[in-house]
C-alpha cells in the first residue's frame, strides 16, 4: 500500500483515527528519529549535539562491547541530516559504524495508532 497511496485514512472499530499523507503518517508519532551507532563518543560531543536547538531528545543504549546507539529526535529532519553527522565526527576519536533516519512500516504505524486510541 505504501507504494500506490499517497493519502492514508486509519480506521478502528468504523471510527477515524488518523488520516493524513502518507509520507506524514511514516514519520512516526515522534517525529523525525535518526539512530548512530557509534564508538569512542565523549560526553563533550552528546551534550553538544543536545543542545542544538532542532534535536527533540537524544537516548543513548550502551551496548555490551564498546558501541553505543543513539536514538535523536529532530523537529527539522533537513537541519539534522546537514549537521548532526558533522558535529559527531568533529570529534576524531569516534568511529560512526551506522547513521540512518529511522523509517516506519505502514503496519506499525497502523499499530501504533491504533492502540494509542484505545487509551483514550
Same mark, same amino acid.
Given at each position: 500500500?505504501?507504494?500506490?497511496?499517497?493519502?492514508?485514512?486509519?480506521?478502528? @472499530?468504523?471510527?477515524?483515527?488518523?488520516?493524513?499523507?502518507?509520507e /506524514?503518517?511514516?514519520?512516526?508519532?515522534?517525529?523525525?528519529?535518526? /539512530?548512530?551507532?557509534?564508538? &569512542?563518543?565523549?560526553?563533550?560531543?552528546? %551534550?553538544?549535539v543536545? =543542545? +542544538?536547538?532542532?534535536?527533540? &531528545? !537524544? +537516548?543513548?543504549? +550502551?551496548? =555490551?562491547?564498546?558501541?553505543? /546507539?543513539? /536514538?535523536?529526535?529532530?523537529? $527539522?529532519? %533537513?537541519?539534522?541530516?546537514?549537521q !548532526?553527522?558533522?558535529?559527531?565526527?568533529?570529534?576524531?576519536?569516534?568511529?560512526?559504524? $551506522?547513521?540512518?533516519r529511522? @523509517?516506519?512500516?505502514?503496519?506499525?504505524?497502523?499499530m +501504533?495508532?491504533?492502540?494509542?486510541?484505545?487509551?483514550?
Amino acid at each position: 500500500m505504501q507504494k500506490v497511496s499517497d493519502t492514508v485514512a486509519i480506521l478502528n @472499530r468504523g471510527e477515524l483515527v488518523s488520516q493524513g499523507p502518507i509520507e /506524514t503518517l511514516l514519520a512516526g508519532s515522534e517525529g523525525p528519529v535518526f /539512530t548512530l551507532s557509534l564508538t &569512542s563518543a565523549t560526553e563533550q560531543v552528546l %551534550e553538544q549535539v543536545r =543542545r +542544538q536547538p532542532w534535536v527533540s &531528545s !537524544l +537516548q543513548v543504549n +550502551q551496548g =555490551r562491547d564498546e558501541a553505543a /546507539t543513539w /536514538t535523536v529526535a529532530v523537529s $527539522d529532519a %533537513e537541519m539534522a541530516e546537514a549537521q !548532526l553527522l558533522r558535529l559527531v565526527l568533529a570529534e576524531p576519536q569516534v568511529r560512526v559504524l $551506522d547513521f540512518r533516519r529511522r @523509517r516506519y512500516e505502514l503496519e506499525e504505524v497502523f499499530m +501504533q495508532i491504533v492502540e494509542g486510541s484505545h487509551e483514550r
